[in-house]
């Protein structure tokens, strides 16, 4: 009987944990943790040849989504690192451009 409460108790936290995992987004905002969330891709490429610095305001594209971030520091090698909006730093990351497009139309120089 032990044995056998022991396991649910398992299973219960184990599926209590995927759920959790498996939450969305705009629901864990609603709960008011302070999360990113998906948006729309605008289409708009950030190429070798698109200016970009810190802070610039970006979208990246992460597990089918894209996801509003931030960008902290563009390399010699075209790759920039970026920080996901309303995530943890532990979820920086060094994206390559074409991970990114620009967030919105900007107006040229």
Known sequence: ?????T????????????????????LLAVMGWNVGYPVEPT???????????PQDEVLA????AWWPAEVLQVYDD????????????EWDEV???ARLQR????ADP
Do not use: D, F, N
Request: with cysteine.
């Open 103 to 106: 967030p919105h139309q900007t």
């Open 78 to 89: 075209g790759q920039i690192k970026i920080h996901y909006q309303g995530w943890g730093s």
């Open 43 to 53: 289409g708009i490429p950030i190429t070798r040849e698109t200016e970009i610095q």
């Open 1 to 5: 009987m032990v044995k056998h409460r």
């Open 7 to 26: 396991l649910l108790i398992v299973a219960s936290a184990t599926l209590a944990l995927l759920a959790l995992c498996c939450i969305s987004p705009y």
């Open 61 to 64: 594209l992460w597990e089918g």
């Open 95 to 97: 994206v390559s451009r």
